[in-house]
């Protein structure tokens, strides 16, 4: 165990899983000392995006800014709504949201409070950011696109983007990069990918993440499994030669 007081603990993409989350907590168990972080995209394709969002929001812990989070921003709060941002937001699990919220808005409150939420936080030895970093641009120049959005051209880095820090992503499902199985995190240079794809039929895995002790917590939604593994034992190393930059994705948005 590590001799500090407190543990820093990292929680990948809900997708509106709140029974999942709540059973990942309990085994997590943190307490007030405790750091807790979510990686964004509480909301959109599981059933209970309202709930997780009331949940973290009313919290002490820290939320990142996820694609899901800044989709539903861009429909509620953007002047200019198209209809093909309304059907890509409704294709990539709007629907389950607006359902779980049982009103055919969302709160004032929670826009608000979407809008605040950072695109990453440095912690001094990690970074936290929801899908990565854009190799080619610096950091003070990176934009909720880069650090939101970006997938391949991250995945495929040859050498760390920042030497003093580990970067913690979720964003794309790590059995869609290569050589990485369902349920297994996803780790590369410079960087760990904790996105175990809870909503997805072929995993069902949510993610937490004990960075201090180095411990996997996992919760499958599907069929209420619980595991906890040392990290060591649950990451596969991707060869960034073999993330095809450009390759048409095994996920949706």
Not at 49 to 69: I, P, R
Not at 72 to 98: P, R
Not at 124 to 135: S, T
Request: glycine content about 8%; proline content about 5%; aromatic content about 8%.
């Amino acid at each position: 165990m590590s001799a500090t007081s407190y543990r820093r603990i990292v929680i990948g993409d809900i997708h509106g899983h709140y029974e999942g989350l709540m059973t990942l907590l309990e085994a997590i168990a943190p307490t007030l000392d405790d750091q807790v972080y979510f990686l964004g995209d509480l909301i959109d394709r599981g059933p209970h995006s309202a709930q997780v969002v009331n949940f973290v929001k009313d919290s002490c812990y820290q939320c990142l800014l996820g694609n899901h989070e800044q989709m539903l921003l861009n429909i509620f709060t953007n002047g200019q709504v198209t209809t093909s941002m309304v059907k890509a937001w409704l294709y990539s699990g709007g629907q389950a949201t607006l359902g779980s919220y049982q009103q055919p808005t969302i709160p004032h409150d929670h826009l608000e409070w979407f809008k605040g939420l950072p695109t990453y936080l440095d912690l001094g030895d990690i970074l936290l950011a929801h899908a990565g970093v854009d190799p080619s641009i610096p950091l003070a120049e990176q934009t909720a696109e880069q650090l939101c959005w970006v997938r391949d051209k991250f995945h495929s880095m040859q050498k760390p983007y920042l030497p003093d820090k580990l970067i913690i992503v979720g964003h794309t499902i790590t059995f869609t990069l290569p050589g990485v199985s369902p349920g297994k995190l996803a780790q590369g240079e410079g960087w760990l990918d904790i996105d175990t794809g809870a909503y997805h039929p072929r995993s069902g895995w949510l993610t937490g993440v004990d960075i201090t002790n180095q411990l996997v917590y996992q919760v499958n939604v599907h069929d209420h499994r619980l595991r906890t593994l040392l990290l060591k034992e649950a990451v596969t190393t991707v060869n960034p030669a073999k993330v095809e930059v450009g390759r048409c994705n095994k996920q949706r948005v």
